[in-house]
């Protein structure tokens, strides 16, 4: 049995106008935040701490902890909200930013309270004009009832919240990247080190980067404190989490549940989530469990708890909450590509291995599908995702076989994950569909139980 | 306080071989001064690294195992090892080289860059053979013009950065970027607006490809066709070090070195490329006598037995001081000093002056503590600029104290009639009206404008306009000089080696060596016979030839016609003198008037020594030989002195050179080594300048300001053919109140005119002009602005007349 | 070619106004001007040089690394139809191909009566939602033929669609450009006022609580 359903960030899910500051106020919102005004910022950051608050954007870092990387009196400290959701199969910030405004608002206005940050740049993603216009009356309702602005609720508490937004363009989501975007450049990383923007960041100064979800843990968390917060999820991954799972199950939907203690089986086979797989006649496949990026899993991992260390020991990560679900009538190769050209179509260009190497992969990859493979083309992409990410890549055991799972992360020659992120379904794939690979370039066409765009050779 | 020092270096082991490396040393440098080359694309010392090519990555292990890092990234850290030679070391290199050939064009036999390709090269050195990748290759429409000087083919582009981060980082000129995202990448320029940068051509030299080529040098040669020397560019006097590039005896390329005092490898255009004009087919090549009213080519015996005969006619005749020396600051020291030699001890006259009323007092130069530039850009230091746009007239510098205040924390406090091209790093930027100078020093020394936390000040001061007499520039140095005793001085002196004239002695009551006429010295001691009385500057020459007491005018590669702000006391001078003897390469609208023409060699064509702003002398080295019979300068000088009864005692460049090290204190057994060696101390005494009594403006005039702009009518650039094509038009231009009162249509021609005489231009609005002031560039072909200008007034006011509309 | 109305010059300051450093508004303002003008001209992007502090290859090295900013005119509806693996398991591929031909484009074209610009896109967040797609950054769920027909029809017809696979919103689409229809506004007498990064002041409520 599944760990029963609770709700933390989603809990006005179910009202139509969830969205309201009315609706908002009548279901205990800015609560948290009065409750974190009373008491000093050091105590609310210590609170924070103490409930394990992880990171939902991907790296999953407690918040608390990064919180205190600023270095010591250098000021001001800005807040900049990671809205910028566009990882493949990711889907539950904009949720968030469309039906619970006033919750993402009140959680940013906490962080800034709690760490001392002295302005506060909201990003959403460009693409999504509701979460625009959402958010922006939310922030304007807010700063009329007084709850933004100077002398937040008569205390000497002030910020400003500033919206922004981008304009198409999935790198921005990498938080250096974000902060370059958020100065008016090119939304191309920063280089490492600093690791952290919160020792140089917007303006070269110190930048919290806190993603949608994991602020709107915050209200929640400062009313009913981190212990309450704690007795959900695991001991090393407390609360709840969102998770997207799409494809090819009966229900695919975005659902919270309990974190660290909740299996990939418990989600897709549960009758509170996904119900199992679209039709009893086609078994799991291959299941990406952690957005675009992740390495593959296949159906022996089902039973690993949705919780960081375990799923990157068994050589995958959970990532931005994000399972896309195939089953047995996928093409290995198809399912590849398509993931390839969204990095190939998505790397920023700054390095060279990831500039030339996804496009490159992306060229090899499309004509093996379209019945051009050479026998050299497996080698050569392994070998291509080597020059991007050089020695052994990360990827899940295959216990048939006799292989040990590589644990993650990837090494890389670039400067951040996107362009490794491409060689993650290459050798996902190839370690375990070798066969459709080889298949495709020497039979030229491949039954896969039904394809779902039947391939037929272009020239043959 | 028990605290060790710091420690203040860091052992790092390169493979396998330990070495002491500078806190903060990036890896790719430390190894690099090691002898350990790792390839790099878009790293460049003097640029902040971005890490984007991948190339020069390399194993380095701070003791959590051994990992692939950019090494333009990494510093070293004590008990870091670093191995560039391992397994994983070369597949990721060669990784990136095949990367980078994938999109690149494999037309090295075409392409300018062959033989000299950083890609090229590595590809050969460490790259793999064939390549994997058999589909097409980008495409993009052939080279396109970016600038009227620089060609950009994109395909060959490798995206590292480096023009690009140039453009903005040193330049502070984003006009090219980076534009599309991820394989789409171009550099390019926003449509129709051109990459219009006074510094473009250091975009050709770092482009570590053919991407970047330069319209003067394309396909005009191939690399290994060209031999060079290491020498200084004199297209101003910041003296920047070059390399001179030739091919059968013709200078083709002229590449920036760096120099870590001077100009840290960077170049202005016109620097680089006005070697256009040594190989102008206008270049003389024999001297000329005028004969019946017409200069004719004749015999160096002829020419140089008729410039003597007028010299010793007028000595015996009217005494020494007859004959006047102007110019000179083209020369190389060695010719200076030669010269200088020349007029004070065979010929006896003092009136001699190597500025042509363009500059400062000579005198007051020469008694201020110098600063060098690196002194000038002191981290948290401030600069007092006193009139001239750095930007305009000493290029490279305006380099150095632009990223001495954008990134090592100087600032800047401007005092002048108009912006300049520091004005937006400006902390305080005072404007005042020309001739209100001295005032407004005056004014910001009340108000105590010095913070305590100034640093070390450096004032930078020159002439910002003709049209302002350089009295009242000369009073507000002084009064700096009195009220701010530590303060050092960078003089903003413009000609290439107009420093290397002033100690040379090629001035009114100097002598070589920062030394003044009258006093007793080694030097006057050696030379036996020098003027006791202190001559005429540039002014006094004129106004005495213009009146016939002058009877042999030498211009040694001057032309006060053009450069003299008065242009009507120049011609009247060129009239009046009985002889003129003219020095030159060309002919110009002053050489062209002189009886005697001798040719003279120029830059590239001698050996020597010029001296820079700093008062540092760096090497001239010879690459072509001169056009026909042209001779050097010194040799001139010598021939002249024999035909004069005289000696100057020297017989080779370097024998004058030896000379000048022995008998100048300032020179004294003084090394210069390529990087150049610094000339120091003077036993000029200071004396305060006042400030001239200026007239308060009448308001219907306006002030004139003839500024100088670093395209302008200057003869190397008029004869490079690349740069004449960027001269601007002339235009009066007029803060848009002054303009909006005028009444007329922006473009239309307007009458300027002054006591002195008048001239007609376009007009056109500009706010970044000062009320009440009208700015015309100085020397530009078709506006003769100094014709407005009068030596009789310190400041020059303008009525604006609209004329009747023609056709 | 235009630049912005004075309307929106006003807008467009108080815009910059929110940030501490006026070059963080360029990507808002670049959305401004493609609200105007329906893509993003070069009068515009020299307009916004001007108004920011930097040269117009500066706003285009910017603007032109974001998809959003369309340098050419485009449809008066840009759809978006996302074909990455989510979608694409549930048949985004062949929505595409019906989406083809039912607006007679490929993908990257607009129809000739200017009304459509067909896309096949990234990944746009609905994959559990598949297949999914975008006109003018307003959602659609769950799209079959059918309704991607009738929206068409919709569209062309009323400029609105109540199509009940739309996600939660109104059935209006304003043109391409048009993005969020609320704007934050701030008020002066609201605000805390811009952290200048040069300031180097520690907020009041951590300095003057103890
Ligand atoms: C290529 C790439 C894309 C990313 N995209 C997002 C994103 O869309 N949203 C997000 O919150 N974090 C994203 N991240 C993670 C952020 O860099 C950052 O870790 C996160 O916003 C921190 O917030 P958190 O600590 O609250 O998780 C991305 C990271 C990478 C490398
Ligand atoms: S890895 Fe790719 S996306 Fe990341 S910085 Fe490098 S080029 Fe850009
Ligand atoms: S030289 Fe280091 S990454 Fe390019």
């Not at chain 1, 007084?146 to 922004?164: M, Q, T």
Request: contains cysteine.
């Amino acid at each position: 049995m599944a760990p029963p359903i609770v709700h933390i960030v989603c809990e006005r899910f179910r009202y139509p106008d969830s969205h309201t500051l009315d609706r908002y106020l009548a279901t205990g919102g800015y609560e948290g935040l009065r409750r974190a005004l009373a008491r000093t910022p050091e105590d609310v950051h210590e609170e924070v701490r103490n409930a394990n608050l992880l990171g939902r954007g991907g790296a999953g870092f407690p918040a608390g902890v990064k919180w205190g990387f600023a270095p010591a009196g250098v000021w001001p400290r800005y807040l900049v909200v990671n809205g910028d959701e566009s990882e493949i199969g990711t889907y539950k910030d904009r949720p968030l930013m469309e039906r619970d405004p006033h919750q993402l608002i009140e959680g940013c206005l906490i962080a800034c309270y709690a760490a001392g940050l002295s302005q506060c740049f909201l990003y959403i993603r460009g693409e999504m004009a509701l979460a625009q216009e959402r958010v922006a009356q939310a922030l304007n309702d807010a700063y009329a009832a007084g709850y933004i602005g100077r002398n937040i609720l008569g205390s000497n508490f002030s910020v400003d919240i500033c919206l922004h937004w981008g304009a198409g363009a999935y790198i921005v989501g990498e938080e250096t990247a974000l902060i370059e975007s958020l100065e008016g450049n090119r939304g191309m990383p920063r280089l490492k080190p600093p690791y952290f923007p919160a020792a140089i960041g917007l303006y070269g100064k110190p930048t919290i980067v806190n993603n949608i979800e994991t602020l709107s843990n915050l209200p929640w968390l400062l009313r009913h404190g981190a212990d309450a917060y704690k007795q959900y999820g695991s001991e090393t991954s407390p609360g709840t989490r969102l998770f997207a799972i799409s494809g090819h199950v009966k229900r695919p939907g975005v659902y919270e549940v309990q974190h660290g203690v909740t299996t990939f089986r418990d989600l897709f086979f549960d009758e509170q989530f996904c119900q199992g797989m679209r039709s009893g006649e086609h078994a799991l496949k291959m299941f990406i469990p952690g957005g675009g990026s992740a390495p593959w899993f296949f159906p022996e991992q089902l039973d690993l708890p949705l919780e960081a260390r375990p799923v990157g020991a068994a050589g995958s990560m959970l990532g931005s909450g994000a399972i896309v679900v195939m089953d047995d009538t996928t093409d290995a190769v198809q399912a590849t590509l398509r993931v390839v050209r969204f990095f190939a179509r998505e790397s920023c260009g700054k390095c060279t291995p990831c500039r030339e190497g996804t496009g490159w992969l992306e060229t090899v990859l499309r004509r093996i599908l379209d019945g051009h493979g050479r026998s050299s083309d497996i080698d050569l992409l392994l070998d291509i995702g080597d020059n991007i990410s050089p020695g052994p890549y990360p990827s899940a055991g295959w216990e048939e076989a006799g292989v040990a799972p590589v644990p993650f992360p990837p090494r890389q020659t670039t400067i951040c994950p996107l362009g490794p992120s491409a060689v993650a379904p290459v050798v996902s794939a190839i370690r375990r569909f070798r066969h459709e690979f080889e298949a495709r370039i020497t039979r030229r066409t491949v039954n896969i139980p039904f394809t779902v765009e039947p391939q037929e050779p272009a020239h043959v | 306080m028990s605290d060790a020092p710091p420690k203040s270096t860091v052992t790092v082991t390169i493979d396998g071989k330990e070495l002491e490396a500078k806190p903060g040393e990036l890896v790719i440098d430390a190894a690099e001064r090691d002898g350990v080359y790792i390839p790099r694309f878009c790293y460049h010392h003097r640029m902040k690294p971005v890490g984007m090519c991948r190339m020069c990555l390399v194993e380095i292990d701070t003791g959590r195992g051994p990992a692939l890092q950019p090494s333009c990234m990494i510093p070293v850290s004590d008990g870091m090892k670093v191995d560039t030679t391992s397994e994983r070391t070369k597949k990721a290199q060669d990784g990136v080289l095949e990367f980078l050939l994938i999109n690149h064009p494999l037309d090295c036999p075409v392409c300018d860059k062959g033989g000299e390709c950083p890609l090229q090269d590595q590809t050969m050195a460490y790259g793999p053979g064939e390549s994997r990748f058999i589909e097409e290759k980008r495409h993009y429409e052939k080279p396109v013009a970016i600038s009227e000087l620089v060609y950009l083919d994109r395909e060959r582009c490798i995206l590292c950065d480096r023009c690009t981060r140039f453009a903005k980082e040193v330049a502070g000129d984003p006009l090219i970027h980076f534009i599309n995202r991820g394989a789409n990448t171009e550099v390019n320029t926003f449509p129709d607006e051109p990459f219009r940068s006074y510094f473009s051509g250091n975009t050709v030299q770092i482009c570590p490809v053919g991407a970047l080529t330069a319209a003067p040098y394309r396909f005009r040669a191939r690399p290994w066709d060209l031999e060079e020397v290491e020498s200084t560019c004199q297209g101003c006097a910041v003296g920047c070090s070059v390399t001179v590039q030739s091919s059968r005896n013709r200078v083709l390329r002229s590449l920036g070195v760096d120099n870590d005092a001077v100009n840290w490898s960077w170049l202005c255009d016109r620097g680089r490329f006005n070697f256009e004009a040594v190989n102008h087919p206008d270049r003389l090549g024999e001297p000329m006598v005028r004969k019946g009213g017409q200069l004719q080519q004749v015999r160096w015996s002829e020419a140089l037995a008729a410039a003597a005969r007028a010299i010793r006619t007028a000595v015996a005749d009217q005494g020494p001081q007859s004959v006047a020396v102007l110019g000179g600051a083209r020369l190389s020291n060695e010719s200076q000093y030669a010269w200088a030699k020349l007029a004070k001890a065979v010929i006896g006259t003092d009136n001699t002056d190597a500025q042509l009323g363009d500059g400062l007092p000579a005198d007051l130069v020469q008694s201020l503590p110098r600063a060098t530039i690196a002194q000038a850009c002191a981290p948290k230091g401030t600069i007092v600029l006193l009139g001239p746009d750095p930007k305009e007239q000493l290029p490279v510098l305006y380099l150095r104290l632009r990223h001495a205040i954008v990134e090592d924390g100087a600032k800047l406090v401007e005092i002048g009639a108009a912006p300049t091209g520091l004005t937006k790093h400006a902390s305080q930027s005072v404007r005042c009206l020309p001739g209100d100078l001295a005032e407004a020093v005056r004014s910001l020394l009340d108000r105590g404008f010095m913070k305590a936390d100034a640093g070390p000040v450096t004032v930078v001061v020159g002439r910002p306009a003709l049209s302002e007499d350089a009295t009242a520039i000369a009073a507000a140095t002084s009064m700096l000089h009195e009220a701010l005793p530590e303060a050092r001085f960078l003089p903003a002196l413009v000609r290439g080696n107009v420093f290397g004239a002033l100690d040379m002695g090629l001035a009114p009551g100097l002598l070589p060596g920062r030394q003044v006429v009258g006093e007793r010295s080694e030097l006057a001691e050696a030379w036996q016979s020098v003027p006791k009385d202190r001559g005429l500057d540039a002014t006094g020459i004129l106004q005495a030839a213009a009146a016939g007491q002058i009877e042999v005018l030498v211009l040694l590669g001057a032309d006060p016609v053009n450069d003299f702000p008065d242009r009507s006391l120049a011609e009247r001078a060129l009239e009046g003198a009985s002889t003129v003897i003219a020095v030159d390469q060309f002919l110009t609208d002053s050489s062209s008037r002189a009886h005697v023409v001798l040719a003279a060699a120029g830059w590239a064509e001698v050996d020597g020594t010029t001296t820079n702003l700093e008062g540092r002398v760096l090497p001239l080295r010879q690459k072509v030989t001169p056009p026909g019979a042209a001779r050097a300068d010194w040799m001139i000088a010598t021939e002249l002195a024999l035909r004069l009864d005289g000696d100057l005692g020297v017989d080779s460049i370097d024998s004058i050179w030896q000379e000048i090290r022995r008998l100048c204190p300032s020179h004294r057994d003084l090394d210069v080594t390529d990087d150049g060696g610094l000339a120091f101390g003077t036993s000029v005494p200071f004396a305060a300048v006042k400030a001239p009594t200026v007239r308060a403006l009448d308001p219907s005039a306006l002030r004139l300001v003839a500024g100088r702009r670093m395209y302008d009518g200057a003869v190397l650039t008029t004869h490079s053919p690349s740069l004449a094509a960027l001269i601007e038009s002339p235009t009066v231009r007029l803060h848009p109140e002054d303009f909006a009162g005028l009444g007329i249509e922006p473009g239309r021609q307007v009458r300027v005119s002054s006591p002195a005489g008048s001239i007609e231009l376009a007009a056109v609005a500009d706010p970044t002009v000062g009320r009440g002031t009208a700015a015309i560039v100085a020397n530009v072909p078709g506006a003769e602005v100094n014709r407005l200008i009068s030596v009789d007034s310190a400041v020059t006011d303008v009525r604006i007349d609209t004329m009747a509309a023609r056709d | 070619m235009p630049r912005l109305t004075p309307e929106n010059e006003r807008l467009a300051r108080e815009i910059i106004d929110r940030y501490p450093v006026p070059r963080s508004a360029l990507i808002p303002l670049c959305h401004l001007a493609q609200e105007q003008d329906g893509w993003l001209t070069d009068d515009a992007m020299t307009h916004l040089a001007e108004l920011v502090g930097i040269t117009p290859a500066e706003v285009l090295g910017t603007a032109s690394f974001y998809e959003m900013f369309k340098r050419h005119p485009v449809g008066t509806y840009h759809v978006n139809i996302c074909t990455q693996v989510a979608c694409m398991l549930l048949g985004a591929d062949e929505l595409l191909e019906h989406a083809s031909k039912t607006l007679d484009v490929h993908p990257g074209q607009t129809t000739s009566d200017g009304l459509f610009t067909l896309e096949d896109a990234e990944c746009i967040a609905a994959c559990t939602e598949a297949p999914c797609l975008q006109i003018n950054y307003r959602y659609f769920h769950r799209v079959s033929n059918d309704d991607f027909d009738q929206i068409v029809d919709d569209l062309r017809r009323h400029g609105r669609t109540t199509v009940p696979t739309r996600s939660n919103d109104t059935g209006d689409i304003p043109p391409h450009g048009v993005l969020a229809r609320v704007r934050q506004h701030l008020r002066p007498d609201q605000r805390a006022g811009n952290a200048d990064p040069n300031s180097a002041t520690a907020p009041a409520w951590l300095s003057e609580g103890r």
